[in-house]
């Protein structure tokens, strides 16, 4: 199965006096880049949700957001932190004598202070077990909507693959009557000099353009590269590394073909194969 590396998931879950809402975001990256906005309560829990990831994601660039708010039915409980509260009074009282006449911090700046405020440790445990469960339920949609759209990749990638096959084969037939017909045309061209010609030398040469316009060796790569690029795509799974190679030797063939082109029918045909190739490689900058 084919992956994309562009998605989106959101998953809410209603606790114990809190509501809880987590959303991962996901588009394409070279590697598997996380970040987190997470609320103080579950900051500790950052590791644990980054070995979740891992475990099912394995490129992207990811960022999850989780909200914890309060329960409109919740009765209003406040604890505090009465080792934090000491820290803050310790460090007001020294700012104030080092500065002098400086604002006393009034009640509710203290109660807004990050860390003054905390829930119980049965709220937290019971926000913890849930964020858990509702962090395993997002990161399953994101990874089925990865899937999703992986599959329709694949088979924008598989239709252009067969354009570019069938681009192939049209310039092998081609070649013999293209490379006979050069011929004839430099022959009429000396005939049309009415000078005396070495005929073997003259077929000496004939050989030798024949070979600098010879593409079979470039037709039998860009078929090999097409056969693998559809053996990647059976395969499947964390494979966009390897298809995004492959789409640069396809270029690269594509380009010595054109190089070599003797006619307007290679030329537009090489042509047409890259463009074929870009739009692969632009879906396969997607892939996982």
Do not use: W
Request: charged residues 30%; negative net charge; glycine residues 4%.
């Amino acid at each position: 199965m084919i992956n994309s590396m562009t998605a989106f998931a959101r998953e809410t879950s209603a606790g114990d006096g809190t509501n809880l809402t987590i959303e991962l975001r996901s588009v394409n990256h070279r590697y598997l880049e996380c970040s987190f906005k997470l609320p103080d309560l579950l900051r500790q829990q950052e590791p644990r949700l980054r070995e979740l990831i891992r475990s099912k994601v394995t490129r992207g660039k990811l960022d999850c957001l989780i909200r914890v708010e309060s329960a409109e039915n919740r009765e209003a409980t406040i604890e505090l932190d009465t080792q934090r509260l000491q820290d803050l009074t310790k460090a007001s009282t020294a700012v104030a004598q080092q500065f002098g006449n400086c604002h006393s911090p009034s009640t509710l700046d203290i109660l807004q202070f990050p860390g003054i405020c905390k829930p119980g440790n049965d709220s937290e445990q019971g926000v913890t077990a849930d964020c858990d469960k509702a962090f395993c339920a997002a990161l399953d949609i994101l990874v089925e909507s990865r899937r999703r759209e992986g599959c329709k990749l694949e088979a924008v990638i598989r239709e252009r693959l067969s354009l570019v096959a069938q681009e192939v084969a049209k310039v092998r037939r081609m070649l013999p009557s293209l490379l006979a017909r050069q011929r004839e045309k430099l022959v009429a061209r000396i005939n049309e000099l009415d000078i005396t010609t070495d005929p073997a030398r003259l077929e000496q040469e004939l050989v030798y353009l024949a070979q600098k316009a010879d593409v079979d060796e470039e037709l039998d790569r860009l078929e090999t590269h097409i056969e693998e690029v559809g053996r990647v795509l059976n395969k499947g799974g964390a494979c966009g590394r390897r298809l995004d190679f492959l789409m640069q030797e396809l270029n690269r063939e594509a380009n010595t073909l054109s190089s070599k082109s003797i006619a307007s029918d290679t030329t537009l045909a090489s042509v047409e194969l890259k463009v074929l190739i870009e739009q692969m490689r632009e879906q396969i900058q997607n892939i996982e």
